[in-house]
């Protein structure tokens, strides 16, 4: 089941959506996107369980 995390859940006002087959998929793009695109060198705990709370998994819409 892909995963999902919007960044404006994390940082408000941003447009960034990070997917991923797995948890830590997500959270790689969007650690990844945190320190490129927010200038935040480093992930802290507080932020990685920030980041876990806010992955959900996407609901599959019939194509
Ligand atoms: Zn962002």
């Given at each position: 089941m892909p995963k999902t995390l919007r960044c404006t859940d994390l940082i408000p006002g941003c447009d960034f959506v990070a997917r991923g087959q797995s948890e830590d998929e997500v959270i790689a793009r969007i650690a990844e996107h945190i320190r490129t695109k927010h200038r935040l060198r480093a992930i802290t705990?507080?932020?990685?369980?920030?980041?876990?709370?806010?992955v959900y998994e996407e609901k599959v819409t019939a194509a």
């Amino acid at each position: 089941m892909p995963k999902t995390l919007r960044c404006t859940d994390l940082i408000p006002g941003c447009d960034f959506v990070a997917r991923g087959q797995s948890e830590d998929e997500v959270i790689a793009r969007i650690a990844e996107h945190i320190r490129t695109k927010h200038r935040l060198r480093a992930i802290t705990p507080e932020i990685l369980k920030q980041i876990r709370a806010s992955v959900y998994e996407e609901k599959v819409t019939a194509a």
